[in-house]
């Protein structure tokens, strides 16, 4: 188990686990473990909650020739939707209405999500991938 991430309202956890890595939740209590992500060539890593509880973000890197990608998906593995290409480690704002996450599009990215890596930009968009807008560089 790599990590954990626990619901606002502290009443499920989110945590990695597995080869590849996929994402789990579970009640807080470790009860009801259940797999929300997965596919035998992807991993799946950093996991957020939205501050409702009902969705996730969380990065897909698909191997071996593709870098980390930012993802949501319903905490029941339901409506899963990519929101940047490039994007990593996102964190939703308070009210829901935003994701935050570093953005690496142009810059070289390392072959594993282990790796060292520089992101040019730090970005934000809706839940949805829509009104991306950097906001630093």
């Known amino acids: 188990v790599l990590g954990v ?12 686990a597995g080869t590849p890595t996929q994402v789990f939740v579970a009640n807080r209590d470790g009860s009801n473990p259940r797999r929300v992500t997965g596919s035998p060539d992807r991993q799946t890593f950093n996991p957020a909650w939205s501050p409702d509880g009902t969705t996730l973000v969380y990065n897909l890197y698909q191997r071996p020739t593709k870098g980390p990608t930012l993802w949501t998906i319903g905490s029941n593995g339901t409506s899963n939707r990519s929101i940047a290409s490039d994007g990593i480690r996102g964190q939703f704002s308070a009210d829901g ?3 935050a996450y570093l953005d690496g599009r142009g810059v070289d990215t390392p072959s594993s999500p ?9 970005c934000k968009s809706r839940p949805d991938g829509s009104g991306v807008m950097v906001l630093a560089r």
């Open 114 to 122: 282990g790796g060292s890596a520089y992101y040019a930009r730090v």
């Open 97 to 99: 209405q935003w994701i």
């Open 5 to 16: 991430e626990w619901s606002a309202d502290q009443s499920q956890i989110a945590y990695m």
